[in-house]
């Protein structure tokens, strides 16, 4: 995979939309976060409706910011599902600022 640069292609005007729209809904459904060396881990309640958000903020942000790395994983046995954001080198920062953490 070639080298992306850490960029949003999206406008100011579209950020503080989807800003406000699916990633703080994810933020808030979130049970726990952490940093990862590039990124972060969420872990969720296992419901079908996280699970439907998590997919589509992926399936939205895979296009603006295509540095970005997404692995869900949905444990077994009705355990938590986790959503990981990384990329780069300054990815954690750069999710920090765009969520506001």
Do not use: K, N
């Not at 295509?66 to 954690?92: H, K, M, N």
């Amino acid at each position: 995979m070639a080298d992306l640069p850490i960029v949003c292609t999206l406008t100011p005007d579209a950020l503080r939309a989807r800003r406000a729209g699916l990633l703080l809904q994810l933020l808030h459904q979130a049970e726990h976060h952490e940093d990862l060396p590039e990124g972060l881990r969420l872990r969720f309640a296992p419901t079908a409706d996280t699970l439907s958000t998590i997919v589509s903020a992926v399936e939205a942000e895979r296009h603006c910011c295509r540095f970005l790395r997404f692995g869900i994983a949905v444990e077994p046995d009705g355990g938590p599902i986790f959503l990981e954001l990384s990329g780069p080198p300054g990815t954690r920062e750069f999710i920090a600022a765009l969520l506001e953490m």
